[in-house]
């Protein structure tokens, strides 16, 4: 059932760093490229999202970067911080129904 | 807080019972979806309720099934567990169903089948 790909599994960055996270997706149906940051006992909360006929999304320190053509698109998190410390999972959606990828466990090292 | 409350957090249940979780959409939304969360995995998506009626079912089978009522909270209902049915379950709720409309996900309810 999984159309997205997420990588890498886990990730350990140091505060400051830059953390990059990579989704590849099969289905070109596909109009809607969320990512989700889930914090331990908690549910997925909305972090940004991107429509494909946009190749980039910037707010604050995270950025989504999309290639269409690659069906690519990555998450930066810039001058990470301890706080950032979460599983990042990126989803991709047709209507109603939205796929995720199997998330990424990032880990910000003070 | 989302605003959208799932009950009851964690129950345990042995294979071949049924189960009904409960979930309460933010105010104003009327849309719900559940999805099953395994551990280590993402959210996969099992189907959604639009307006009382379902819009939408991902590759889950028939034992799983839904409710909406018109307040707009929701059931789900899972008969026969098995054991691969322990997961966390997430509701989430939004204004319309389109693609693009923000999903807003409840804590989950933690299944344990055994």
């Known amino acids: 059932q999984q159309q997205v790909k997420q990588s890498p599994q886990s990730l350990i960055v140091q505060k400051g760093g830059i953390s990059i996270i990579n989704c590849a997706y099969e289905?070109?149906?596909?109009?809607?490229f969320p990512w989700y940051q889930q914090f331990p006992g908690k549910g997925p909360a909305l972090l940004i999202a991107?429509?494909?006929?946009?190749s980039e999304k910037k707010e604050g320190r995270f950025t989504i970067s999309f290639n269409k053509s690659a069906k690519q698109f990555s998450l930066h998190i810039m001058d990470s911080q301890p706080g950032d410390s979460a599983t990042y999972f990126c989803a991709a959606s047709k209507n109603n129904d939205m796929r995720f990828g199997a998330g990424t466990r990032l880990t910000v090292k003070p | 807080e989302t605003g959208v409350t799932q009950s009851p957090t964690h129950l345990i249940k042995t294979r071949g019972q049924q189960v009904t979780l409960r979930c309460s959409s933010q105010?104003?939304?009327?849309?719900v979806s559940w999805y099953q969360q395994a551990l280590g995995q993402g959210p996969q998506f099992i189907f959604q309720?639009?307006?009382?009626?379902?819009?939408g079912r991902g590759n889950f089978p028939p034992r799983f099934s839904g409710l909406q009522f018109p307040n707009y909270s929701s059931e789900l209902n899972v008969n026969a567990l098995e054991l691969d049915d322990s997961a966390l379950y997430l509701c989430?709720?939004?204004?319309?169903?389109?693609?693009?409309?923000?999903?807003?996900f409840g804590e989950g309810s933690w299944l344990t089948v055994v």
């Open positions: 309720y639009y307006r009382e009626e379902e819009n």
């Open positions: 105010s104003g939304h009327n849309t």
């Open positions: 289905n070109t149906a596909f109009d809607y």
């Open positions: 991107i429509r494909p006929d946009v």
């Open positions: 989430a709720s939004s204004l319309g169903h389109g693609s693009g409309n923000t999903i807003y």
